[in-house]
């Protein structure tokens, strides 16, 4: 390490405080000048403020204590003339702050605007691909970078355990848009020629069949690539020609013929334990790891579960009076409770929206949760899950009597 002894705005620099963020009883060490040429002066001050050690060392000592602290847990808090943060580094925020405004072809809404949630997004061609609009939908707060990402053409990957909305998201601005939406499935039998095309022969003829992506792109529908960490190889390799807004696709198999993406084109995937879900690949048998490369032509979001207000809320917009808004904040408690314990690994099998939606479809009709978590959530789980999760339906609803 080279020490400056003169110009402390110089990194790395030696002088401010160390403390043990863990242990406070281990006192703090002050690093300052010394009027020494070359020195430096080291004092320790104990808990209780009293100062037991102040000394003058040169710059190997210096090193040699600063390696020592370093091992036992110390880290810097910087004092004096250090904690001086260079000028740019504090007015970085307020700079960013002053620029940032809203694009104006996001902002502006006008007659080909629809108002999505909070955002004003341009609306499609119709047809009949539209996905049917749920009412119940609940657009939250966590959606608006998405939306203003897909305004903007941007490719977007959405993560995030089964069932915490991340299909629907997408369907639902598309319905409210009047956008078309084509959906493949990565996990099954999408082939190549599924997903590029390919040629057959029809009447006698050989002709060529579109396959989803030439035809969204030439269409121009929304393409949701789900579950695309089980897409194969060869697939991936044709995804990530088109990640780039306005990559075009080269169909090899049609001697080199060049799709242009039509402008209202837009590219989505989904996927379960990639990136930052990586930790739960265990969870989701047969995904493949994404590379880094793949993984940086995406706006990456992390779609987690609903609030338990914003569940509660959706369980009423679902099913309308048949469900209080009481019963609707025990529903959701559960389905909260149920995801701690599968934080705390207490539980094997996540608590889907989709879940507790189908849950309570069922109890509005056999009017027993127990009864109606039969075919809704025991049956699909191991039962030491079934036990817990029965468990925890219970402390929350008593029983009638
Ligand atoms: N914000 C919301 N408002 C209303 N319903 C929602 C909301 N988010 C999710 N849901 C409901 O939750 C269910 C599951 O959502 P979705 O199918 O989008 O999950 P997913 O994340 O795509 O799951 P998977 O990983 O299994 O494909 C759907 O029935 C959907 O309508
Ligand atoms: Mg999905």
């Given at each position: 390490m080279n020490l400056p002894a003169d110009n402390p705005h110089q990194d790395p620099s030696p002088f401010g405080l160390y403390h043990h963020p863990a242990d406070a009883s281990a006192g703090e060490w002050n690093v300052s000048r010394s009027e020494r040429p070359h020195m430096y002066r080291i004092q320790h001050r104990r808990?209780?403020?009293?100062?037991?050690i102040d000394t003058v060392v040169d710059l190997d000592n210096l090193e040699a204590k600063l390696h020592k602290w370093r091992r036992e847990g110390f880290i810097r808090r910087e004092s004096g003339m250090a904690k001086k943060k260079p000028a740019h580094r504090t007015s970085f925020i307020s700079d960013l702050r002053a620029t940032f405004a809203p694009k104006p072809e996001i902002a502006n809404s006008s007659a080909n605007m629809a108002l999505v949630g909070r955002v004003p997004m341009p609306r499609g061609a119709g047809g009949p691909l539209v996905p049917p609009v749920n009412p119940a939908y609940l657009f939250a707060a966590r959606s608006d970078n998405v939306l203003l990402d897909i305004a903007e053409n941007r490719r977007i990957l959405l993560i995030g355990h089964t069932g915490t909305g991340k299909t629907s998201l997408i369907e639902q601005v598309a319905a409210r848009t009047n956008q078309g939406v084509l959906r493949s499935n990565m996990n099954g039998q999408t082939t190549v020629g599924d997903f590029v095309g390919f040629w057959t022969v029809k009447g006698g003829e050989t002709i060529w069949v579109d396959g989803v992506l030439p035809t969204a792109m030439r269409e121009g529908l929304w393409l949701i690539v789900d579950?695309?960490?089980?897409?194969?190889p060869a697939i991936l390799a044709v995804l990530t020609a088109v990640l780039e807004p306005g990559g075009r696709l080269l169909l090899k198999e049609r001697g080199n013929e060049i799709v242009a993406p039509h402008p209202s084109f837009r590219l989505f995937a989904t996927a379960n334990a990639v990136g930052s879900m990586g930790q739960y690949r265990h969870l989701y048998q047969g995904a493949n790891l994404m590379n880094e490369a793949f993984l940086d032509r995406w706006r990456v979001y992390h779609i987690d579960y609903l609030s338990r207000e914003d569940e509660a809320q959706v369980l009423q917009r679902t099913f309308?009076?048949?469900?209080t808004a009481a019963m609707a904040e025990t529903l959701a408690s559960i389905a909260a409770a149920c995801r701690e314990a599968f934080a705390r690994e207490d539980l094997a099998s996540a608590f889907s929206t989709r879940r507790l939606l189908d849950w309570t479809d069922l109890m509005l009709r056999t009017g027993d949760p127990e009864t109606a978590a039969g075919p809704t959530i025991y049956s699909k789980i191991s039962a030491d899950d079934a036990t817990l999760i029965r468990s925890i339906i219970q402390h929350h609803i008593a029983p009638e009597g």
């Open positions: 808990a209780n403020g009293e100062t037991h579950e695309v960490d089980f897409a194969e309308g009076p048949r469900v």
